[in-house]
């Protein structure tokens, strides 16, 4: 078969590189085996049939038929090979093709295409070969031999035997090898076939389909008639007539020559009508089936054309046809129906208003479905109910029916289509409606509708089938229905949120303070807000559609820019820089330029955001990083003078994050700085909200002042209400660390209110405004002090003095800071707690041990505290004063002691 790859053009390789090796077997090679077995079967079949024959009636004596079997080999092999030749030759456009598949390769289309042509023209190239090639080469060869036998052995092998056999090979054994290879060969390349249509993925060419073979049907009979029943029956009859005559002349018999002419008479009229009966039939049968056919084809020709309403088949036979076209009909009517549902769909799909289009459905619906009415329940989250959109008469609109109840509920809950023949039989049907509307519903068909994601969101149902019930197709004819209404309703919903999101971007940039300037690729203006308009000095309708190259003429700088982020699509910054604007005056702004990019992340332009950086909203923008917006514009509005030093009372808070320096060890650089980022964001806004300023961070920990610069009348609630916050802010941000499999954060604050000494503080060159005094340094130490007693927040009695709101507190102890001699009251804030139902019981006993410890009852203390602890067991001021009572029952202290407990660290 190597011979065949050089007559095929060259192919394309369809594989990728490094595709797998190529199998082992060549398909091309095996076809042409395969076909070679099949021709030589056939041979030996029909060589062997025919000899056979011809030992039976051909009268060779024993020397004859060794001489002729002699001869018979070589003959054989020399019809054999031109065979051989041109079975090698039908496979040219084929076996090629058939390797190069096998490599992995895909060779072109028209390759491909002619290679499925000689597959399907196999079977009849065959049968010719075999008809007008086989037979008259296998004739030739073996009279060949019998001129031999005759001729160089003396054989003497008679005239009429040298005919018989070659009437013999011609009639008997060639028709039969052909219809062989014919049918062996179809089903041969069947599997051929599929590969290659599977490889070419469509149909063949039209000007491929020109060189197919087509044999009709009648040809096929015709042929069978004439080389299967004809030839033979007169070759069989023939042979007989002679036979006779040669039996009863070598005995001696006379018969008369008038019974001869009658016996040959009717032995030609019996062989007449036979051969004319089996042609007719075959004429009649072949006529009946081309005719069914015929009307098939013509079908589905139509079919093809687009002509579905001049398509008709009808059944008018009662065999297999029958089946076929009862079958093509309900394809037909399928077809119809889609056809339907697809101009109806078409129809729609101009049409944006909702209503309408709901309405258009819905009555294609109820005509498609030959249905009289039709209804469009859509499901309302939140009253958890199915309303209706759309109804068959004015009177039915505005149904309301829950989830749970009615044939429409049902369907939406449960999502499985009903179709119910009778509907007053049906439990679950409300027959209110049809009281109120005078209706009587019938039969009911209902759908759920759901959207891309799964989710039903509505049921359509159909009511009452105007003819019978409604049957399987219905079903899916409103699956398809109300696939397209979950369609309109989604787009409609697309749409409003479109909307909706238009005018929402247009609300961002109408109040946006920053200017913001988008551009198209070209550089021209596309939008600008009002913010951009006041800056430029230039109404809207002068900068939309201009080019920025005129727009910013006097400023190149912003053109610099804006070239360099068209260029490297990077952003691009410039900060305080000067803006000169249309109207001669110059405006100090941050530029930021930036590529535009759209949703497949292309680059559609560029946009420009420009923020005005006057003196006054640099300082208030810089300011409100460290207070919030209403202290900054107090201390703005204010002026100078309340930046210098001065004393006045302020509650200053500290806060710090426990077991720090672990956690950062444990993280790396990167991530504790993302932590503190996370954590400082979320404490400083709770800051803000309370009026507060943050003065500084230290490390992890937060230094916050509450009445400064200006003292307010609730500083010290607005304190202690920042540090319940920030607690329970705490929580927030733990879960969401637990959530990621993140160690919680633990902080303690502390905070005290008193004198303090505020203003800037620093050397000529860097200054920070801030406080000083022992009002700061209590609450360092009572923030430090937290870790002691187990506390989260840590207030002074100075604090405690100035609250004007109810709070949820304890005394914790009377303590002696390091460097202090008099000692000050401390107590436990414990408002973020006040949702516990054990907290009142909790304070109440505490209180009580506390009063029984500084009167020298260290029994009764010990007992409420340990009361306490059974309250709370994590409860460590308790834990704290019960030992403190079993060291001082067991030792009694001097009369001198006041219960004041000295810190000896800070």
């Not at 969101?457 to 398809?480: P, W």
């Not at 000169?580 to 405006?587: H, Y």
């Not at 019960?882 to 009694?892: P, T």
Request: charged share 20%; hydrophobic share 45%.
């Amino acid at each position: 078969m190597s011979t065949l790859a050089s007559h095929v053009p060259q192919v394309a390789p369809g594989a990728a590189p490094g595709a797998a090796a190529p199998p082992a077997v060549d398909s091309g090679r095996a076809l042409f085996w395969r076909l070679i077995t099949i021709y030589l079967l056939a041979t030996v079949t029909a060589v062997t049939v025919s000899m056979g024959l011809g030992l039976l009636g051909l009268e060779f004596t024993p020397r004859q038929w060794l001489l002729f079997w002699a001869c018979v080999p070589a003959a054989t092999a020399f019809f054999t090979s031109i065979d051989v030749w041109v079975i090698r030759s039908h496979l040219k456009p084929l076996a090629p093709v058939l390797s190069a598949l096998d490599r992995g390769e895909r060779p072109p289309d028209a390759i491909l295409a002619e290679a499925a042509v000689r597959a399907l023209n196999l079977p009849q190239m065959s049968a010719v070969r075999v008809t007008l090639l086989h037979g008259p080469m296998a004739t030739l060869s073996l009279c060949a031999a019998i001129y031999t036998i005759n001729t160089y052995f003396h054989g003497g092998i008679a005239m009429w035997q040298f005919v018989g056999l070659a009437v013999l090979i011609l009639v008997f054994a060639s028709p039969a090898h052909a219809i062989f290879e014919y049918f062996a060969v179809g089903r041969t390349v069947e599997p051929v076939i599929q590969r290659l249509a599977q490889a070419l993925g469509g149909p063949i060419p039209s000007e491929q389909q020109a060189d197919l073979i087509a044999v009709p049907l009648r040809s096929k009979l015709l042929f069978l008639a004439v080389f299967v029943c004809a030839l033979p029956l007169i070759f069989s009859a023939g042979s007989f007539l002679y036979k006779f005559d040669r039996m009863i002349s070598g005995y001696g018999f006379a018969v008369p020559e008038a019974d001869i002419f009658a016996l040959n008479l009717w032995s030609a009229a019996v062989v007449a009508v036979c051969i004319l009966g089996a042609v007719s039939m075959a004429i009649l049968t072949s006529t009946d089936v081309s005719r069914s056919a015929g009307r098939l084809v013509d079908a589905i020709r139509q079919v093809e054309r687009g002509r579905l309403d001049e398509a008709r088949v009808e059944v008018l036979t009662a065999d297999e046809y029958a089946e076929i076209n009862r079958g093509f009909a309900l394809m037909l009517a399928s077809l119809r129906e889609e056809q339907q549902i697809l101009e109806v769909t078409q129809d729609l799909a101009g049409e944006l208003v909702l209503e309408v289009l709901i309405a258009r459905i819905m009555q294609a619906t109820t005509g498609l479905l030959a249905a009289e009415r039709a209804s469009l329940f859509v499901y309302d989250d939140k009253a958890d109910e199915l309303f209706t959109v759309y109804a068959d008469g004015v009177e039915t609109r505005g149904i309301h029916v829950p989830t749970d109840r009615g044939i429409a509920g049902a369907v939406f809950t449960t999502g499985r289509i009903e179709n119910i023949p009778d509907a007053y039989e049906d439990p679950r049907f409300n027959r209110e409606v049809d009281t109120r509307t005078g209706f009587r519903t019938r039969s009911i068909l209902c759908v759920p509708i759901a959207n891309k994601a799964g989710a039903r969101i509505g049921v359509v149902q159909a009511l009452n089938k105007k003819e019978g019930v409604f049957t399987a197709r219905d079903e899916s004819r409103l699956k398809a229905f109300a696939a397209q209404i979950a369609v309109s309703l989604e787009n409609a919903k697309l749409f409003d949120d479109v909307l909706s999101m238009k005018n929402y971007n247009e609300a961002i940039l109408k109040s946006t303070s920053n200017a913001i300037v988008t551009l198209d690729a070209g550089g021209r203006i596309v939008t600008a807000n009002d913010a951009a308009t006041a800056l430029l000095d230039q109404n809207r309708e002068a900068l939309v559609g201009r080019a920025s190259g005129e727009l910013f003429a006097a400023n190149p700088w912003v053109l610099d820019g804006l070239a360099k982020t068209q260029a490297t699509g990077e952003t691009v910054l410039a900060v305080d820089a000067e803006l000169a604007q249309w109207s001669g005056a110059k405006a100090s702004v941050n530029l930021t330029a930036m590529p535009l990019i759209d949703a497949t992340e292309q680059r559609i332009g560029s946009m420009l955001v420009l923020e005005d950086i006057t003196e006054e909203k640099r300082v208030r923008s810089t300011m409100s990083r460290y207070m919030s917006k209403e202290v900054a514009d107090q201390l703005l509005s204010a002026g100078e003078a309340e930046l210098g030093g001065k004393e006045q009372k302020v509650t200053v808070m500290f806060s710090d994050v426990r077991r720090f320096t672990a956690i950062a060890e444990a993280l790396g650089p990167r991530e504790t700085v993302q932590l503190l980022n996370a954590y400082f964001t979320e404490m400083v806004e709770v800051i803000f909200q309370h009026d507060g300023i943050l003065d500084k961070y230290m490390g992890d920990g937060i230094m916050a002042l509450f009445g400064s610069p200006f003292v307010g009348p609730n500083d010290a609630d607005n304190a202690l209400s920042t540090a319940d916050d920030m607690m329970a802010r705490l929580a927030v941000l733990n879960a969401r660390r637990a959530g990621r499999n993140e160690a919680p954060l633990d902080i303690g604050i502390g905070f005290s209110t008193g004198p303090t000494v505020i203003g800037n503080i620093g050397s000529e060159r860097r200054m920070e405004y801030t406080a000083i005094g022992d009002t700061v340094n209590l609450a360092s130490r009572l923030e430090g002090v937290t870790k002691q007693y187990g506390a989260k927040v840590l207030l002074s009695e100075m604090t405690v003095r100035d609250l004007k709101r109810p709070a949820t507190l304890r005394e914790i102890d009377l303590i002696r800071v390091k460097g202090k001699d008099r000692p000050v009251a401390v107590y436990e804030s414990l408002g973020y707690r006040a949702g516990e139902a054990a907290l009142p019981a909790l304070l109440k006993t505490f209180g009580e041990g506390l009063t029984a410890y500084r009167a020298r009852d260290f029994e009764g203390a010990a007992r409420a505290f340990g009361a306490a602890l059974e309250l709370d067991p994590q409860d460590r001021p308790s834990a704290i004063y019960l030992e403190r009572c079993r060291v001082l029952a067991a030792a009694s202290p001097d009369a001198g002691w006041d219960g004041v407990w000295t810190l000896t660290e800070k």
